[in-house]
C-alpha cells in the first residue's frame, strides 16, 4: 500500500524516500503547506485550555492567554513568552534588541470564558516599547522591559499604571462587562 509523506519540504521527503525505498515500500508526497503550532494565536491556545479546563471541571470558568510580540524580532517571542523568558531572561531579550532602533512591542491578553451553553474571547492589547536597560522591581516576566506607549515609566517601575491601561486589564474588564450584561438580561427576563 503506497502511503504519503505530507511537508513543503523536498529536502525531508528526498531523506525519507530513500529510506522507504530500501526498506522496499512505497511513499509518495502530497506538498502541502502544514498546521504548525508556530502559527497558532493566543486566541487559539486559550480555546484549546478553556475548552479542556470545562471538559475536566464542568463548572463556567475563564481562562488567560498572554505574551509580548516585539516588532523588530518579527513578534518573537509571542506565544512562547513564558519558555523564552525561561530560557534566555530579560538579559537575553536585550541581547537580541542590541543595535535595533524600532523598539515597538506589544503585549496581548486573550480570555476565553467557557460554560455549558456558550464559549466567549476577550482580547485586551497594550502597545508600547522595548527599552535599553532593565527598570524596575514590580511586576513579573517582562514589566521591567517594557514601557506602555504615552508613559516614561516601566510597568515595573510603575505598577500602578498597569493596574489601569495593562492587556489583562483591558481583557478582563470586556470579561467582567459582558458578564454583567448577561445578568441584567437574566434580570429583566425573570422580572417580565
Ligand atoms: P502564558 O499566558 O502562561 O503562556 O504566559 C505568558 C507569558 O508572557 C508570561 O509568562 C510572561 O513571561 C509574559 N507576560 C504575559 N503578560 C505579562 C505581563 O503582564 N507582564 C510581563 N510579562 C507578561
Not at 525505498?21 to 502541502?32: E, Y
Not at 493566543?42 to 478553556?50: F, K, P, Y
Not at 470579561?175 to 437574566?186: A, P, R, V
Request: net charge positive; proline share 3%; with cysteine.
Amino acid at each position: 500500500m503506497k502511503i504519503y509523506f505530507a511537508t513543503s519540504n523536498p529536502w525531508k521527503y528526498r531523506e525519507i524516500k530513500e529510506k522507504f525505498n530500501n526498506a522496499g515500500l512505497d511513499l509518495g508526497r502530497i506538498n502541502t503547506q502544514l498546521l504548525e503550532l508556530q502559527d497558532v494565536t493566543n486566541e487559539e491556545v486559550a480555546l484549546i485550555s478553556a475548552r479542556d479546563a470545562f471538559k475536566k471541571f464542568k463548572k463556567p470558568l475563564f481562562v488567560e492567554d498572554s505574551g509580548i510580540y516585539i516588532k523588530a524580532l518579527k513578534g518573537f517571542p509571542g506565544l512562547y513568552s513564558s519558555f523564552i523568558f525561561k530560557a534566555i531572561g530579560l538579559k537575553g531579550i536585550l541581547k537580541l534588541m542590541e543595535n535595533k532602533k524600532n523598539r515597538q512591542a506589544e503585549f496581548i491578553s486573550v480570555i476565553v470564558y467557557k460554560d455549558s451553553k456558550q464559549e466567549k474571547v476577550f482580547k485586551g492589547i497594550c502597545r508600547g516599547s522595548i527599552t535599553n536597560k532593565i527598570r524596575g522591581r514590580g511586576g513579573f516576566g517582562f514589566d521591567p522591559i517594557f514601557v506602555p506607549k504615552g508613559y516614561n515609566t516601566t510597568f515595573a517601575e510603575n505598577y500602578a499604571i498597569k493596574e489601569k491601561i495593562s492587556h489583562r486589564v483591558k481583557s478582563v474588564n470586556k470579561l467582567i462587562k459582558w458578564l454583567k450584561n448577561g445578568k441584567q438580561k437574566q434580570k429583566s427576563k425573570r422580572s417580565k
